[in-house]
């Protein structure tokens, strides 16, 4: 598939943001490049900790924003993590360009991608959106539930130590909650869902936990808590493979609720998320699953397009 | 004497406290009693939400037995001076549903987060402003942190629009100096009006709220029989009478409310918050009041101690809206008594 030749077993990407995230991804990515050559970090702050560091690991850098990105007809696919606001900029850019946008901001100018649960699905998509941390780390929960048995509603709960969570997270918490809502209907199978964020300032920073409630359909006694348990464990597992630290405190565990649907069975699945510590601390697991999953997706579209058949993840 | 009296404004918030000890199971006709009962009695205030504030009706928290904004509605249809109040935890509830309360009749809105986390109210407090609301930010568990902290976050509620800032001692673990000290550097350093709103965990939210307003507190917060999370909050009619003693100005009726106590919420209650076994504990570990019923649930669920789990949930520093963690904790107490027992 490669056009210019130059590319024959990897696909040029670029980074736009060098911030924590961009960061993170860039050691993500060189730790494990697959498919892919990073071969720009593009930030605006010529000093910045960001380019500094992908100048150290030779990678080319600019401080011009998008533009030199853009101009550079080799790069096939951009990871956008600016902001919500300047992406929505870049995505037309991108798409005028030609490039696969692959979006870590809240921006949602593409569908969503969670992959564990929907890797594959829009890989002829010119932009796809990563959505929230909370939705990455509970989505493939849901699914894990809905693949088994019908879902009338999902909720999941974060709890991110305070520390991590950065200006973007706190001025528009709004938009996290609508979006991971959002994330575990239209991904996680849900007919309705709900989300809920809580920073948490304890010293030192706690790692990441999520809660999710999954309300079946179906009655209890109808429910196959066997089946139910299996899937979410392979799911767990999946997830794992890209984000080792993703692990199941307490649950499948099964209860009932009185809810606005009568009394009916509730599915709870704790989850703490481990960052990798590739960059941003451990504690960090919330900004890890992000930059694991872009990667995730990153590498997908890079095989893709090298008309490449998975053989490992 | 030419001095004027002390004033000090109450917000009687049994209907939306209360709404933990109801295990959120208020009907609209017990919220139209209620209100119209706080109204007559001269409550100026009055505060009708899911105990978890705006969208607080899910799994985590408890379903509402009714919607709130119907109950909103109810309250504000009955009240003829009294201004209703809405809670809204960002993270929790959002901006498309204070827009509806708004629309259901709500004219003040209480933003509340931790007590380190005043940064994620901006966009709340900005827009009720906007919408011409009267705003009120509510600095949770404030006994985590010490004045200084908490006099940059009251700033922070101060600069977004916050017209008073409350010291909400969430878990019942202040005491009265504790609870003076808070307010009295919050009055010293803000040009908005300050607050207070106590829980009785500790026996001392009466002695809390009595302190707080010798430093100045410009608003107290009070339930009918103390209906709220934990021990309760401290008695509106309790408030009233011990202010008219203190010659302090509030514009209650107090025999009136003391009637609302007893004949109207009393035979509501399906228990009578007070610093029992648990409750005390949630005071001595610093514990969210919420957890309380959550903690007891659990605990029977797994057959484990309650005071165990509220014990672990105070040392994993777990904050407000963290009803998850009962659960999470209380199986692995389950878990490691296991462990010990094998």
Known sequence: ?313 | MTEARQTVRITDTSLRDGSHAMSHQFTAEQVREVSSTLDKAGVQVIEVTHGDGLAGSSIQYGFSRESEMDLISEAADVCEQAKIAALLLPGVGTVPQLKEAVERGVTVLRVATHCTEADISQEHFEIAKEMDLETVGFLMMAHMRGPEVLVEQARLMESYGADCVYIVDSAGALLPRGAAERVEALKQNLDCQVGFHAHNNLGVGIGNSIAALEVGADQLDGSLRGLGAGAGNAPTELLAAVLDKMDVETGLDAFKLMDAAEYTIAPMMPFQPMPDRDSIMIGYAGVYSTFLLHAKRAAERYEVDVRDVLVELGEREAVAGQEDWVIDVALDVAKEKEGAAS
Request: net charge negative.
């Open chain 1, 1 to 313: 598939m490669s056009e210019d030749g130059k590319t024959e077993g990897q696909v040029k990407v670029a980074i736009v943001g060098s911030g924590n995230i961009g960061t993170d991804l860039m050691y993500k990515i060189l730790k494990e490049p697959g498919h892919m050559e990073l071969a720009v970090v593009s930030g605006i702050e010529p000093e910045s900790e960001g380019l500094k560091r992908a100048r150290d690991e030779g990678i080319g850098t600019t401080h011009e924003g998008i533009q030199p990105v853009l101009d550079d007809p080799e790069i096939k696919i951009v990871f956008d993590a600016t902001s919500a606001k300047a992406h929505v900029k870049h995505a037309q850019m991108l798409k005028e360009a030609g490039k696969i946008a692959v979006d870590l901001t809240p921006a949602a100018q593409g569908p969503y991608v969670v992959p564990t649960a929907n890797l594959t699905e829009h890989l002829d998509e010119g932009n796809v959106n990563l959505m929230t941390c909370g939705a990455q780390a509970t989505v493939p929960m849901a699914y894990a539930v809905s693949r088994v048995t019908s879902v009338r509603y999902a909720e999941m709960v974060s709890t991110v130590a305070s520390a991590s969570a950065g200006p973007g997270t706190r001025q528009n918490i709004d938009e996290f909650t609508f979006t991971t809502a959002r994330g575990l209907e239209e991904i996680g199978g849900a007919q309705d869902g709900k989300a809920i964020i809580i920073l948490n300032p304890a010293d030192p920073p706690l790692i990441m936990r999520n809660t999710v409630y999954v309300v079946p359909d179906a009655e209890r006694d109808e429910v196959d808590e066997d089946a139910i348990t299996e899937s979410v464990n392979e799911v767990v597992s999946e997830v794992q493979k890209a984000v080792p630290g993703y692990q199941l405190t307490n649950g499948p565990t099964f209860d009932e609720r009185d809810t606005p649907w009568g009394e009916k069975p509730v599915v709870m699945m704790f989850l703490e998320v481990e960052g990798a510590g590739d960059f941003l601390p451990k504690y960090s697991g919330n900004l890890d699953i992000m930059t694991s999953s872009a990667r995730k997706v990153g590498e997908a579209f890079a095989r893709h397009l090298l008309g490449v058949e998975e053989v490992v993840a």
